[in-house]
């Protein structure tokens, strides 16, 4: 069963492994309404939210993009960095002023690398995450689209 909320890494991660990672960390700040990423862009950045809210979306032909997710303190924007060809399969745009931690995708990927136990628990976080997003994507987009009653399945 998918988790009803995104893994948070506070809890993912062993506490060496989490300093480890933050050991990585940048501030970043956002203005309310800014494009963080761009879905099919090429994924060199991910952060975690420390302040702020950002709207992860979809694009939809022919339609605004679908907001899929609503994300907020300590969750994980992107996941993309992560896997092959490192190109964002969702768009972000800040709802308020975002306060965040950013990442460098191509250290942490080396450290993945150079670090196997390390490697494990990020792969294992983000794995989780992208299975909660992928849940989270489909609900919204029977919501919007799928006739009345064609939901989850039971």
């Given at each position: 069963m998918i988790?009803?909320?995104?893994?948070?890494?506070?809890?993912?991660?062993?506490?060496?492994?989490?300093?480890?990672?933050?050991?990585?960390?940048?501030?970043?700040?956002?203005?309310?309404?800014?494009r963080i990423l761009d879905e099919g862009a090429h994924a060199d950045h991910f952060w975690i939210i420390r302040t702020g809210t950002v709207a992860l979306d979809?694009?939809?032909?022919?339609?605004?993009?679908?907001?899929?997710?609503?994300?907020?303190?300590?969750?994980?924007?992107?996941?993309?960095?992560?896997?092959?060809?490192?190109?964002?399969?969702?768009?972000?745009?800040?709802?308020?002023?975002?306060?965040?931690f950013e990442f460098d995708a191509t250290k942490v990927r080396a450290l993945c690398e150079n670090d196997a136990g390390f490697g494990r628990e990020i792969e294992h976080w983000v794995g989780e995450v992208l299975a909660h997003r992928l849940l989270a994507a489909r609900t919204r987009l029977l919501d919007l689209y799928a006739p009345h009653g064609s939901g989850l399945p039971r």
């Open positions: 988790a009803t909320t995104t893994p948070r890494m506070a809890q993912a991660l062993s506490p060496v492994h989490r300093a480890q990672l933050m050991g990585m960390a940048r501030q970043a700040n956002f203005a309310e309404g800014t979809m694009h939809v032909p022919g339609r605004r993009p679908a907001v899929i997710e609503t994300l907020g303190f300590g969750e994980l924007v992107g996941w993309s960095w992560l896997f092959e060809p490192y190109v964002w399969q969702l768009g972000a745009e800040t709802m308020s002023l975002v306060r965040a």
